[in-house]
């Protein structure tokens, strides 16, 4: 029998750079030594917030295509779907919150950074009509690189669309709440992500367009520590609040229940 130990066991944080036993980080993936927050799948997003069981997955005819042909984009999308276990880089569903119904959208950013295509685009906005259909408030959760370069304009497009589903959404009395998680940057960030009717954010979260080094390459600036950070959004008016992620279940069934007890959203 080998010495060594089992692998995949150990992981670096990317924080603080100690390594940590698959054991240390704990049910909500924070490093015991700096309490950095680990970016969550999707899978492990919706199991920390639902009811047990509750989770109903939509239907998601659309997959990804390579429409523009664009040189191993092809291989990468068939990369991305075995290492995250997805077919693309959201998933959405109904569920309930300590028994309040909720439409479910919930980004990845395993799969290629959580990126918008016209794939997401379309799981976002269906999504976002089903809700209308059966009356249910949407929670959003963001993780995302912003549009996706392997799809041109196509990916662009989706910033729109889904900008329009949440003006329907919103013309139709219904409640979003968007949880703006790490990262959220680029074109999600820029178009829906801040269009909740509240806006939360996951501590330790990077959120904003382009990066820091991208500015600081094209600027001459000097960035505060603090940039581009959920505390620092939070301080700057930008999110309603800063929630740590053992909170958020709770945090956000407060909310749906403030909704529906006020007879803003009508219960299917």
Known sequence: ??????KGLWTACPACGRHVHAG???????????QHWQRLTAA?????LVDPDSFQALATPERPKNQLGFPG???KLAQAATISGLTEAVVTGTATMATWPVMLIVMDSHFMMGTLNTAVTRRITTALEQAQVQQLPVVLVTASGGARMQEGVYALVGMNLVLAAVVRLAAAKLPLITVLTDPTMGGVS?????KGDLVLAEAGAKIGFAGPRVIQQTMPVTLPPDFQTAA???QQGAVDAVVVRPDLRDKLTTILAAYQCSGVTPRG
Request: charged letters at 10%.
């Open 73 to 75: 984009y092809t291989k």
């Open 1 to 6: 029998m080998s010495h060594y130990p089992k």
């Open 190 to 194: 820029a178009s829906f992500a801040f």
């Open 24 to 34: 240390q980080w704990g049910p909500w993936q924070q490093c015991p030594y700096c």
């Open 232 to 234: 620092s959004l939070y």
């Open 44 to 48: 492990q997003r919706i199991h920390q």
